[in-house]
């Protein structure tokens, strides 16, 4: 089996695209690349699609871009890019039950393609309750079998994995690799100056639009109301995962951007003008270029 250090949070799926671009470096990040404009893209979609940012824009999927581009170590293949696209399709399904009391198939869907995000980055199992949140927040069910299908979407291409790793006769390193992983080092960057000061600069903009949106929620449509809950206990899972596991590295940042684009375009998009705003988007395209050539 291959080393499992290789990149953070590497898991089978992922070694499978991996093996297939083994040694041709340009293609690696070219493949890299055109993941990252894709998931920008979806991004952007998930926004226009469900109408909970101020307009129409693709200013979520751009933001998401150039946040996720200015850290050079995701400029590679990185199994992370991959765990995004199957997240953000996860999400559109979490979001599409919303009014639709008993809705199995698209929660059974959300849940199956969080398990194969797992498959690729390990990191992006701690996103799974979020499927049990939008039970309760977007469909307000408490019917068993709805509780009971998330399991079943999660447990299907982990049964997979293992009965394939075990009539492979290789079920007991691929758990001792895993194991392995999730005690081994890769958050040395939380402490990182430049890191530190990148951080500092989107959590104070992110905070900004939090508050643009805590400010104009009872103003807003329920829908969005309650997409916005969900993209607030996405990001508190993925920080919570972040600062509290030390196997999870910068790669991170891919997930947690997410939330984090619809907080700022939410901002950036409002009717109102203030010269603040255009300030604040300078600071934040200038963090990312300095981010990009000088943190690596």
């Not at 068993?144 to 079920?171: C, Q």
């Not at 992110?206 to 104009?216: I, K, M, N, R, W």
């Not at 203030?274 to 981010?291: C, G, N, P, R, V």
Request: net charge positive; hydrophobic share 60%; with cysteine.
């Amino acid at each position: 089996m291959l080393d499992i250090k290789l990149a953070n949070g590497a898991m089978p799926l992922y070694y499978l695209v991996f093996n297939l671009l083994n040694g041709q470096d340009f293609w690696q990040v070219f493949f890299a690349f055109i993941l990252v404009l894709i998931n920008s893209f979806f991004v952007a979609q998930l926004g226009s699609s469900f109408l909970f940012v101020r307009k129409r824009s693709y200013m979520p999927g751009i933001i998401y871009l150039i946040t996720v581009s200015s850290l050079q170590w995701l400029h590679a293949l990185v199994p992370v890019h991959l765990a995004t696209l199957c997240v953000l399709i996860s999400i559109y399904f979490i979001l599409d039950t919303y009014h639709k009391p008993v809705e199995i198939t698209f929660t059974f869907n959300a849940s199956f393609f969080l398990s194969l995000a797992s498959l690729f980055y390990l990191p992006a199992i701690f996103l799974f309750p979020l499927v049990w949140i939008a039970i309760f927040v977007l469909q307000k069910s408490d019917n068993w079998r709805l509780l009971v299908v998330p399991f079943l979407g999660f447990g299907a291409p982990w049964m997979f994995m293992w009965a394939f790793s075990f009539l492979n006769d290789t079920d007991t390193s691929l758990w001792k690799d895993i194991l392995k992983m999730l005690w081994t080092d890769h958050n040395a960057y939380l402490l990182e100056p430049y890191f530190l000061i990148i951080t500092a600069v989107v959590a104070f903009i992110s905070t900004l639009g939090s508050f643009s949106v805590l400010a104009a929620y009872h103003r807003m449509k329920v829908s969005s109301r309650k997409y916005f809950v969900i993209f607030y206990w996405m990001l508190g899972l993925v920080l919570a995962a972040a600062l509290g596991l030390i196997t999870i590295g910068i790669e991170i940042v891919a997930l947690s951007t997410i939330p984090v684009a619809f907080f700022i375009s939410y901002y950036l998009l409002s009717d109102n003008k203030q010269i603040w705003k255009e300030i604040l988007t300078w600071i934040y395209l200038a963090t990312m270029i300095f981010s990009l050539y000088f943190y690596k």
